[in-house]
């Protein structure tokens, strides 16, 4: 056997990743086309409100890396945020928020493959939604952080995790 046909027969996906690789491009059209109506973009907004704790967090994390502190992260119910600190290194902090959730959804995408890594990248995010909740500055971020926790911890314990993957690829 040649080295080509080595290679191929060693990154041709199983016919469970085939099934989740279609999923995903069904779920990539669903969500396009969701976006398009009002009606129906509002099913989608507790993964725009995780997306910008992600972008939040990514300036908390960096302002904690490079000795800062921070005083409150707030979600606002129009999907902006604002992350409060003092010290660390601000060249550093203020693109981290792009950056931090740029990072989190390809690591989610690259984790959702598998059951136990599935299942590990949504205790992250349960860690970072629950680390949102710690640092609240305000009523809403409390409510919809706690929503988001909840959700996703469901999906984790529902049917022993069976459809965490589903739901980390979704989110990622």
């Not at 000795?67 to 550093?92: M, N, P, Q, W, Y």
Request: net charge positive; with cysteine; hydrophobic share 55%.
């Amino acid at each position: 056997m040649t080295k080509v046909e080595q290679f191929k027969r060693r990154v041709r996906p199983s016919p469970e990743q085939w099934t989740i690789l279609q999923l995903l491009g069904l779920e990539f059209i669903l969500v396009v086309a969701m976006f398009q109506w009002r009606i129906t973009r509002a099913a989608l907004y507790p993964f725009t409100l995780t997306s910008t704790i992600f972008h939040e967090f990514g300036h908390a994390l960096a302002c904690w890396l490079t000795g800062g502190r921070v005083s409150h992260i707030r979600i606002s119910f129009d999907e902006s945020g604002l992350t409060r600190f003092a010290g660390g290194s601000i060249c550093l902090v203020l693109p981290a928020g792009y950056i931090g959730s740029s990072l989190a959804g390809a690591v989610l995408l690259a984790m959702g493959f598998g059951i136990r890594s599935a299942k590990w990248s949504a205790y992250g995010v349960l860690a970072i939604v629950a680390l949102t909740v710690f640092f609240a500055g305000s009523v809403f971020t409390v409510i919809s952080a706690a929503i988001i926790f909840v959700l996703l911890l469901a999906a984790v314990l529902f049917r022993d995790g069976k459809y965490t993957r589903h739901v980390v690829l979704l989110v990622g």
